[in-house]
Nanobody, 124 residues
Framework: QVQLVESGGGLVQAGGSLRLSCAAS????????MGWFRQAPGKEREFVTA????????LYADSVKGRCTISRSGAGTTVYLQINSLKPEDTAVYYC?????????????????WGQGTQVIVSS
């Protein structure tokens, strides 16, 4: 099994930046992709970004494209989400997820391991 632990959330002013971290442990060799998703109050969970593991490819939601960067540590056990030019609409609980089944992409259903989430609040 893979375990994921997010950190780095908090309160930030609009226009600021934040870097979230997700530490993976356990059978990390089974991961084919990792992604970040978010869920705002009263809304469904949505895709933010994902990274394919075997061949480094990344994918971003239109809402964060140009403001967001996903990266990973050299050892491949920690993935980061850098968000710049934060907006109040970025306020959400951010979840890290891993996909151990083949393939990758933005679909929530494709990710079978989830972290506990970290809260991000952007004040205007």
């Amino acid at each position: 099994q893979v375990q994921l632990v997010e950190s780095g959330g908090g309160l930030v002013q609009a226009g600021g930046s934040l870097r979230l971290s997700c530490a993976a442990s356990g059978r990390t060799y089974s991961m084919n992709a990792m992604g970040w998703f978010r869920q705002a109050p009263g809304k469904e969970r949505e895709f933010v970004t994902a990274m394919r593991w075997s061949v480094i490819e990344t994918l971003y939601a239109d809402s964060v494209k140009g403001r967001c960067t996903i990266s990973r540590s050299g050892a491949g056990t920690t993935v980061y989400l850098q968000i710049n030019s934060l907006k109040p609409e970025d306020t959400a609980v951010y979840y890290c997820a891993a996909r151990t089944q083949p393939g990758w992409g933005p679909l929530i259903s494709g990710y079978d391991v989830w972290g506990q989430g970290t809260q991000v609040i952007v004040s205007s």
